[in-house]
Every structure is written in C-alpha cells, then in structure tokens.
C-alpha cells in the first residue's frame, strides 16, 4: 500500500518505494566506487539523488522515505536494505552483507531496465559532485540544506512537503506536482487490488 501522509493543507499519497530501481541506483555508484562503497557514503549519495530528481524534475528516483538522522538526511527504505540485505529479494543478488562499514557488488551484470537514460544521466552528475567528498565533507554538506532539522539522539521524518519547497518548488507548480504524486500512488493501488482480486 502507498504511503499516506499528512501535509499543511490536505493529506498526500506518496508513491510505492522501488526496491528494484534503488537496488540498481546503488549498484552503479558501487560500480563507480570500484565494486565497493561505504554504507555511510552509500545511503547519502542515494538521498542526493533523489533530492536532484527532486529539483530538476520535480519527481525522486526511489521514492525511499527521507528521515533526518544525526549524519544529515536519510533514505529510510535504503538504509534498511544496507543494513539488513538478507530482508531485500532483488537487493541481495546484488550486495554483500556490509563489513566494518562496506559494501560490495557480488554480481557483474549491472542491470539498468528500470532506470531511464535521463535518470542513469543524473546519477552521474551526482556521483561526480560528491561521490570523491569525505565523511566530513558530506554530513557538512547535508547538514547545510534547508529540509535538514537535527534530530539529536533519534529520527524524524522528512515531510515530503518540506522537501519539495526546499528543492525550489512553491504555488501552482508545488500544486502540480502533489496531484502527479496522487494519481502515481493512486495508480499502483489499482493495479496491486486487481493482483490481489486476480489471485484471490
């Protein structure tokens, strides 16, 4: 089921997070990187991503659930996965259990069917900006944007609107964008209740 949540004005259904296209965002970055990546530089590579997409298209790659964590903003889905591979059908074929911070490819067939061109475009772009920052270098960057309120200790999440003002987008485009946000979630409810009447 899509996740619903509430905004300043009306509640805002947010589109399934897509285990499959993040599974191969991170693999092209771990390609980058040489086969291997830290989970740390990983999982906020993955939230500019997205935040990119965000700014550029008004739409995320993954659609991952953003969480503010002490080290700056978080994809909450991603993160899960890095930590817990074995919990992901599709991510396992492609990742090692992290060790002492690390991730590596285990598989050499990097499969792109759910990216676009224009995505796999962005994702470079990206890679270039940040994917050589430091540890420092990254949380201070991550620290620095709009959307990042420090939880202390804890989590919070990221209201989706809170991010997409931050990443530029304010009145009827702001307007735009939440209804195209609707009519995806809206879409993938369809389509897994006639799954749901077709095998029940």
């Known amino acids: 089921m899509s996740n619903t949540i509430m905004s300043d004005t009306s509640l805002l259904a947010i589109p399934e997070f897509n285990e499959r296209r993040t599974t191969q965002v991170a693999a092209l970055l771990a390609h980058y990187s040489g086969g291997q990546i830290s989970v740390y530089k990983l999982v906020k590579l993955i939230y500019l991503i997205d935040r990119t997409s965000l700014e550029r298209r008004g739409r995320p790659v993954t659609f991952d659930r953003p969480y503010n964590l002490p080290f700056g903003p978080t994809p909450s889905h991603t993160y899960d996965l890095v930590c817990k591979p074995w919990e992901g059908e599709y991510w396992s074929q492609y990742f090692s259990r992290p060790q002492g911070y690390i991730i590596k490819l285990i598989k050499d067939d990097i499969s792109r069917d759910e990216l676009s061109q224009a995505q796999i475009d962005l994702i470079n772009d990206v ?74």
């Open 127 to 200: 890679f270039k900006e940040f994917g050589n920052k430091s540890f420092g270098q990254l949380k201070n960057h991550l620290h620095s944007l709009p959307e990042f309120d420090d939880p202390g200790g804890s989590s919070n999440p990221i209201d989706w609107n809170t991010l997409l003002k931050a990443t530029g987008w304010s009145d009827e485009d702001l307007i735009t964008i939440r209804q195209e946000f609707d009519a995806k979630a809206k879409f993938e409810n369809m389509l897994k209740n006639m799954e749901n009447d077709n095998t029940g």
